[in-house]
């Protein structure tokens, strides 16, 4: 546990400091910790225990501040996100489970599994952690192929028939796949696009 809170930790503080050169007023948006009832949650949901890692990574930030649904109206906008926080990862493993029990997968086949991960269209011992907006996410696996890790971050879209090891951990896959300039630039234009009607609105006074 030590072991896993001091990696934690270590991840965060380095992924701030990168975030922080890009574009420090993105960690204004960054949550507090989740707390250790919330992560007892998941896990009764799941019917599996978080890695020590895991869980020490959300009790840090439960998320990035990133929803993976934005309100339009009467309806709901899928948004893009680095890192969902619990409630939003929970909602997306209800999606796909869902499907599962549906009988909506049992016409695909994965054809491809790069690395130590099942070849499932689904498997409800992955977590979520990702959105593209688009029905596809990276997860937490918690039921790995032999030789993989628990804990791994596995690739999963809904329309590919391949699965795909991403990292060994998720402090290794925050490092690594987090675009700061990329959400950096993202976080500019969304101010600016709030901004323009104050502009307008200015310019007809």
């Not at 979520?128 to 993989?148: E, F, H, Q």
């Not at 590919?160 to 500019?188: G, I, N, S």
């Amino acid at each position: 546990m030590a072991d896993a809170r001091r990696i934690a930790a270590a991840a965060w503080a380095k992924l701030e400091d990168r975030i922080r050169l890009a574009e420090p007023r993105i960690l204004e948006r960054f949550p507090a910790g989740a707390s250790p009832s919330a992560l007892d949650k998941v896990e009764r949901q799941l019917g599996a225990k978080l890695p020590p890692l895991v869980r020490e990574i959300y009790r840090i930030h439960d998320g990035v501040g990133m929803p993976a649904f934005v309100k339009k109206g009467r309806y709901r906008e899928e948004r893009h996100s680095y890192f969902l926080c619990l409630a939003d990862a929970l909602d997306q493993w209800r999606v796909w489970c869902e499907g599962l029990s549906g009988g909506f997968f049992k016409d695909f086949k994965v054809e491809n599994a790069f690395g130590p991960v099942r070849a499932d269209w689904w498997n409800p011992l992955w977590l979520p952690i990702t959105t593209d907006g688009g029905g596809n996410n990276d997860c937490v696996d918690l039921d790995p192929a032999p030789r993989g890790r628990v804990g791994q971050v596995i690739q999963v879209w809904h329309d590919d028939h391949q699965r795909e090891v991403l990292a060994p951990d998720l402090a290794t896959y925050l490092l690594d796949r987090v675009e700061e300039d990329e959400w950096a630039a993202a976080f500019r234009a969304e101010q600016a696009a709030k901004a323009e009607p104050r502009r307008h609105a200015r310019r007809h006074l």
